[in-house]
């Protein structure tokens, strides 16, 4: 069975029309939805469920359906202008396939889309290009944009050796800090440091931080859990276990 795109668009002027939650949503207060059906199409992609990819796609496609709609009531845009200009930017922007460039890796591909988008946009300087970078992306992913930007014309190590050995020094600064019992804002200027210099690393090695940060909260989480079981089984509380109980279980866990 399929319904086609049209079903969806009149489907969603109906709830605006009769539906008392969906009346009163604006573009702000729809921004935690969108932000929650993005990543759980992630979660569907991380793990290779396509019936979940298929549900969250469709639930992030009607958030889409959902601002464009309102954009309409507002007389700014409807969803086929929507579409169109999507349209148009893949077309302008990759001209090996709808023009006469000819690029032979994605590497070239991706240059060719940035200085596209640079003249579009008018971003005449690296600092604008720095600037360009949403604010709202997840920190690690923002520092990751910035770095490369940097790197683009040569501001960069020349090795992961001098990278890692930035690690090391912002980690003195911090603990430096620590010692003098420098004030919250000053301890947290230190950290955002050592963070930034550990993304550097991974740069270096084209590890997502995110991604990997995400897959080590997991790793904690599954760890954890082996040692609340063990607690159970002994008829226990987490709060009634020492910590050199908890560690035991916790190498135990390590070695499953």
Same mark, same amino acid.
């Given at each position: %069975? +399929?319904?086609?795109? *049209? ?8 709830? +605006?029309?009769?539906? @008392? !939650? ?10 935690? &939805?969108?932000?929650?059906?993005? &990543? ?5 992609? #991380?793990?290779?469920? &396509? ?38 930017? %893949? ?23 940035? +200085?596209?988008?640079?003249? *579009?946009?008018?971003? $005449?300087?690296?600092?604008?290009? %720095?600037?360009?970078? @949403? ?6 992913? +923002? ?5 490369? $930007?940097?790197? $683009?014309?040569?501001?960069? !190590? ?9 690690? &090391? ?23 955002? #440091? ?33 040692? *609340? ?18 560690? $035991?279980? !916790? ?6």
């Amino acid at each position: %069975m +399929r319904a086609n795109f *049209e079903e969806l668009v009149k489907i969603m002027d109906i709830l +605006r029309d009769k539906c @008392p !939650w969906d009346r009163q949503q604006t573009h702000k207060s729809l921004k935690k &939805y969108l932000i929650e059906e993005t &990543y759980e199409v992630i979660e569907a992609i #991380d793990e290779n469920d &396509y019936n979940k990819l298929k549900e969250e796609l469709g639930d992030l496609l009607l958030q889409v359906v959902f601002h464009a709609k309102i954009a309409q009531e507002r007389g700014a845009f409807d969803i086929y202008e929507v579409i169109y200009d999507i349209c148009q930017k %893949m077309r302008k922007r990759h001209t090996h396939v709808f023009g006469e460039d000819n690029f032979e890796t994605a590497d070239e591909v991706l240059q060719n889309w940035d +200085r596209i988008k640079s003249k *579009e946009k008018e971003i $005449k300087t690296v600092t604008e290009a %720095m600037q360009s970078i @949403p604010k709202h992306l997840p920190a690690l992913m +923002r520092s990751y944009k910035v770095q490369e $930007k940097a790197a $683009k014309v040569g501001f960069d !190590w020349d090795n992961y050796k001098d990278a890692l050995k930035k690690v &090391y020094e912002e980690l003195d600064e911090f603990e430096e800090s620590l010692s003098k019992n420098s004030a919250q804002d000053k301890l947290e200027e230190e950290l955002g #440091d050592v963070l930034f210099a550990v993304v550097n690393v991974a740069r270096f090695f084209n590890i997502d931080p995110e991604e990997a940060l995400s897959k080590t909260i997991q790793k904690f989480i599954t760890r954890f859990s082996y040692i *609340e079981e063990q607690a159970e089984k002994r008829g226990k509380k987490l709060n009634e276990m020492t910590l050199k109980d908890m560690d $035991k279980f !916790w190498e135990e866990a390590k070695k499953i």
